[in-house]
Each structure stands twice: as C-alpha cells, then as structure tokens.
Nanobody, 126 residues
Framework: QVRVVESGGGLVQAGGSLRLSCAASGRTFSSYAMGWFRQAPGKERDVVAAINWNGGDIYYADSVKGRFTISRDNPKNTVYLEMNSLKPEDTAVYYC???????????????????WGQGTQVTVSS
C-alpha cells in the first residue's frame, strides 16, 4: 500500500510560520490528488488545502486563504503545506492524504482519499 508520512509540525507563537511536508511512497505519486486535513480537539476533520495530480487545481479553505500555500514536487513524491501568519485556531493535528480515483481534481471530501498519514501536531500559542 501507499505510505504517507507527514512531518514539520510543532509549537509556534501566533503570527509564526511552519512548513509541513508529506512524503508518499510508490511510483504513482504523480497520479494522486493530495490533500491536507486538520482535526482540532473535539472537532471534525476538515480539509485545509488540496491539490490535484499536476497542481492545476488547488483548493484552500476560506479560513486559510492568503496564509497557507499547498504545493507538490512529484519527482520527490512530496507535497508541502506552507503555513504563515498562524493563528491559535489553526491548532490541530494535520493529516496528509492521497486520492487515487479523484486525481484530476483538488477533492475536499475526506472519503475520497484512500491513503492517510499519521498526522503531525501543530500548536499555535496566543
């Protein structure tokens, strides 16, 4: 199966920045849409950003537009989430996921993703 591993989380002050990385195994990474999701304590898992297989379709949640940037480097089998101007409400476990079937779109529905990473904690202090 495809392995997905996130890294880069940590504790930052409000206004700070973090860059999350997601590495996926396999030869077909470029055929996957990739998404970043987050889950805060007591909350549902929500999409943060998504990117289709070639980067031609990108989605951002309204709450992160202008602050977060999703990108991918297919030769490195890696997707990134650059997070700037972090706010306390950004505190959550961030998950990276890969979608095989919906590769052509930046799908935002978690059920459309097939492979998930273990999550990386992002904590933003006020």
């Amino acid at each position: 199966q495809v392995r997905v591993v996130e890294s880069g989380g940590g504790l930052v002050q409000a206004g700070g920045s973090l860059r999350l990385s997601c590495a996926a195994s396999g030869r077909t990474f470029s055929s996957y849409a990739m998404g970043w999701f987050r889950q805060a304590p007591g909350k549902e898992r929500d999409v943060v950003a998504a990117i289709n297989w070639n980067g031609g379709d990108i989605y951002y949640a309204d709450s992160v537009k202008g602050r977060f940037t999703i990108s991918r480097d297919n030769p490195k089998n890696t997707v990134y989430l650059e997070m700037n101007s972090l706010k306390p409400e950004d505190t959550a476990v961030y998950y990276c996921a890969a979608s095989r079937e919906y590769l052509a779109i930046a799908t935002t529905n978690s059920v459309q993703y097939d492979y998930w990473g273990q999550g990386t904690q992002v904590t933003v202090s006020s």
